[in-house]
C-alpha cells in the first residue's frame, strides 16, 4: 500500500478538526473557497509534507501527491503547491502573466530566500514550514484569491481591448440607425443593444453588420 | 539592481528577431540594425564604460516561442530589455511575460495600433502615421476603388479595417477582401489574381507580410497587371522585399513609411554607408532596420543617463527623449510611448529604391487609437 492511501485512510478516520474546526457554526461557510479543491501537492514527504497534507486534506482538498518534482508542473489542478528550488521557473509550463492555475511556493526554510527566483516564478502565494493550519489556510485562500482576481483583470482588460476596437464601428452604426430610423442618440444605441441581446451576440458584430449591410446597399 | 559604476561589466540586453521560418527576410534585417547599433555604441567606448551585450534567440518565425524566449531571456539570462518582435501575433506572445516579469520590450515594427502596454516601447508606425496619408495621395493619383488582400492575422484585419474607415469616410469603395495564410505559397494567389481582374479595382492594398509578400507581386507581374494603372500599395513592402521579389516586379507600387533608403540627409547616408560597408554594398536599408537601429540608440542614450537597466527607471526616462534618426529627428511621444516619426509614400523605381512622392513637413504625432483622425484628404494636402 502506498503511502498516499495509507494518510488518505488517516484522513477518514480522523474528523475534521483545529483551524476549521469551526466551519459548522460559521453562517455563510466562509472556508468554502479553499475547500473541495483539487490540489496537486509536489513536495518531499517528510513530517512536514505530511502534515501539510494533511492540512489539505483536512479543508476536503483532493490532494495528488507528486514526488520527485516534474519536468513540467501540471497544469490540470485548481491549485499546484511546489517545492522552491533553483530552476523551478523552467519547469513552469505557462508564461509568466497567463498562469493555468494557481501556483503555491513552498519553501522549506533552509537557504537564504532567493527574492529573483521567487519574482520568476511569478506565483501566487507561498508558506514557510513548518505549515500551521491557520497559516496553510491563509496562504492558500490569499492565493486563489489573486489568482481568480486576475484572471477576472485579464478578461477585463480584453473586453477593454475588442471594445475599444469596436467603439468606432459602433458608433458609425449609431449614427446610420439615427438617421435611417430617425432616433435619438440614446435610442439609437439600444436598439443595437438589443438586437445584439436579442441575438446573443455583441453589439461589435451587429454594428459590423449595419455599417456593412449600409455601405453595400449606398 | 544598480550596479556600482566603476565596474566593466556588460550591459545585457536580450534580441529577438527570427533568422529562420518564413519572417526571416525582414526579421534578418531587425537583427542587423540591431546589432549594427550595439557594435557602434561599444566602438565608442560603451555606455558609461560598459559594453553592450545582445543574448539572441531565433524564435523561428513561431508565435508561441516568441513568448517563451521572452521568458528564457528574463529568467534565464537575466535580461530586463528586449528588443524585438515583427508580427503582432509574437509581439502580444511576449506582452503577458514582459508586464508581468516587468521587462521593457522595444518594439521596432509598423503595427495597427489600439495598444497601449506600460512595458513597450513602440517606434514603428500607427496608422494615423502611414495609413491616412496613403489612402488620400491614392485617391489622387489612382481613384477611389480598393481591392484589400492581407495575410491572415491581427495587423492585416485589424489594418484593413481601419483603412477601409478611411476609404468609406473619403467618399470610396472597397470592392474586395481576400486573406491568405500566414506561410501561404505561391499557388494561393492565383485565384486572387483572377478575382482582382474581374473586380478592376483603381488601386490594390496589400497588408500581406512575409515570404508571401514576394509571391503577391510575383503573381501580380505574371498577370499582366500593369503599376501605371492599379499599382499595389503597401505599409510592409519595402527594400529588403523588393529586393527578394526582383527590382523590375517591384517597379511602380507604393509604400507609405518613415523611411526610405533613398531619402536624402546627413544622417541616412552616414546610416547607409556603415550599414553596407558591414553587410554588402548592394545590402539595402529599410524602414524596420531603421527603427531597430534608432531604437537602441534611443535606449543607449537614456540608460547613460539612467546608469541602471531598472525597467521602471529606464521608463520614466525615455518618455519624451529625441534622437537624430536616418528618418530625421525623432521622440518617444510621452502620451503613449509610441515614437514620433516622419510620415512619407515612395515608389519603387526599376533600382530597387523608393522615390518620394510625399513626406510630411514634421513628425507625425503618435496616435495609435486614432482619437485625432479626420477625413484622410486633409492629412496630405501638401502632395
Known amino acids: 500500500m502506498s503511502r498516499i492511501e495509507v494518510l488518505q485512510e488517516r484522513r477518514l478516520a480522523s474528523p475534521p478538526q483545529g483551524a476549521v474546526r469551526n466551519e459548522q457554526s460559521a453562517p455563510n461557510n466562509q472556508y468554502k473557497a479553499v475547500q473541495n479543491l483539487n490540489v496537486a501537492l509536489i513536495v518531499e514527504l517528510d513530517s512536514e509534507g505530511e502534515r501539510l497534507m494533511r492540512e489539505l486534506q483536512r479543508l476536503r482538498c483532493t490532494v495528488r501527491h507528486i514526488w520527485p518534482v516534474p519536468v513540467q508542473l501540471p497544469e490540470n489542478y485548481d491549485v499546484v503547491y511546489c517545492t522552491l528550488m533553483e530552476d523551478l521557473p523552467r519547469r513552469i509550463p505557462w508564461l509568466p502573466g497567463e498562469p493555468s492555475t494557481t501556483l503555491i511556493l513552498v519553501d522549506r ?13 511569478a506565483a501566487h502565494g507561498m508558506i514557510h514550514y513548518p505549515p500551521t493550519a491557520r497559516s496553510t489556510i491563509g496562504a492558500l485562500a490569499m492565493a486563489r484569491e489573486h ?48 438586437q445584439a441581446m436579442e441575438r446573443r451576440v455583441t453589439i461589435g458584430v451587429i454594428a459590423k453588420a449595419v455599417v456593412e449591410s449600409f455601405d453595400l446597399l449606398n | ?92 506572445s511576449v506582452l503577458p511575460v514582459v508586464e508581468r516579469l516587468n521587462g ?12 497601449f502596454s506600460p512595458n513597450v516601447i513602440y517606434t514603428g508606425a500607427t496608422p494615423n502615421q502611414n495609413s491616412m496619408q496613403l489612402c488620400s495621395l491614392l485617391m489622387k493619383l489612382y481613384g477611389d476603388r480598393f481591392f484589400f488582400i492581407g495575410s491572415d492575422y491581427i495587423y492585416p484585419r485589424e489594418s484593413n479595417r481601419i483603412m477601409r474607415e478611411m476609404v468609406a469616410r473619403s467618399g470610396g469603395s472597397v470592392v474586395g477582401e481576400r486573406y491568405v495564410r500566414l506561410g501561404a505559397s505561391r499557388l494561393e494567389f492565383e485565384p486572387i489574381m483572377q478575382e482582382i481582374k474581374l473586380a478592376k479595382p483603381d488601386v490594390i492594398f496589400s497588408t500581406v507580410v512575409g515570404d508571401g509578400t514576394v509571391f503577391l507581386y510575383q503573381a501580380y507581374s505574371d498577370k499582366g497587371f500593369d503599376p501605371k494603372k492599379m499599382p499595389i500599395a503597401s505599409l510592409t513592402t519595402c527594400e529588403a522585399e523588393i529586393a527578394a521579389m526582383g527590382h523590375d516586379v517591384g517597379e511602380g507600387h507604393l509604400t507609405a513609411a ?43 542614450k537614456t540608460l547613460e543617463r539612467a546608469n541602471s537597466l531598472e ?35 515612395g515608389r519603387a523605381n526599376r533600382n530597387g529604391q523608393f522615390d518620394i512622392l510625399f513626406e510630411s513637413r514634421t513628425t507625425v504625432k503618435a496616435d495609435p487609437f486614432l482619437i485625432g483622425s479626420g477625413r484622410c484628404t486633409v492629412a496630405a494636402a501638401a502632395v
Not at chain 1, 458608433?171 to 439609437?188: C, F, N, P, Y
Not at chain 2, 528618418?327 to 515614437?339: E, Y
Open chain 2, 104 to 115: 521593457l520590450l522595444w518594439y521596432p515594427t509598423l503595427y495597427e495600433g489600439f495598444e
Open chain 2, 1 to 92: 539592481m544598480i550596479k556600482p559604476t566603476d565596474t566593466s561589466e556588460p550591459w545585457r540586453v536580450g534580441v529577438l528577431f527570427s533568422r529562420t521560418g518564413f519572417m526571416s527576410v525582414i526579421e534578418e534585417t531587425q537583427l542587423r540594425g540591431t546589432l549594427l547599433a550595439i557594435d557602434q555604441i561599444n566602438d565608442s567606448g560603451g555606455i558609461n564604460g560598459r559594453p553592450l551585450e545582445p543574448v539572441i534567440y531565433d524564435p523561428g518565425s513561431d508565435t508561441r516561442s516568441y513568448g517563451q524566449l521572452a521568458k528564457r531571456l528574463m529568467v534565464v539570462d537575466e535580461v530586463s530589455t528586449i528588443f524585438g518582435c515583427y508580427t503582432s501575433a509574437s509581439r502580444k
Open chain 1, 109 to 121: 526554510g533552509q537557504d537564504t530566500l532567493n527574492l529573483k527566483l521567487i519574482n520568476n516564478c
Open chain 2, 311 to 345: 525597467t521602471p527607471v529606464l521608463r520614466a526616462m525615455v518618455m519624451g527623449s529625441e534622437f537624430e534618426a536616418p528618418q530625421g529627428a525623432v521622440s518617444i511621444n510621452p502620451n503613449w510611448a509610441h515614437a514620433d516619426l516622419w510620415s512619407r509614400v
Open chain 2, 258 to 300: 518613415p523611411y526610405f533608403q533613398g531619402i536624402g540627409n546627413n544622417q541616412n547616408s552616414e546610416f547607409v554607408k556603415s550599414y553596407q560597408k558591414r553587410y554588402g554594398d548592394d545590402a539595402p536599408t529599410n524602414m524596420c532596420l531603421e527603427s531597430s537601429y534608432f531604437q537602441v540608440n534611443v535606449f543607449a
Open chain 1, 147 to 194: 489568482f481568480l482576481y486576475e484572471q477576472r483583470l485579464r478578461g477585463r482588460i480584453e473586453k477593454l481591448d475588442e471594445n475599444l476596437r469596436t467603439m468606432r464601428v459602433v458608433e458609425k452604426a449609431k449614427s446610420i440607425v439615427m438617421r435611417t430610423k430617425s432616433l435619438g442618440e440614446d435610442d439609437a444605441y439600444n436598439f443595437l443593444r438589443s
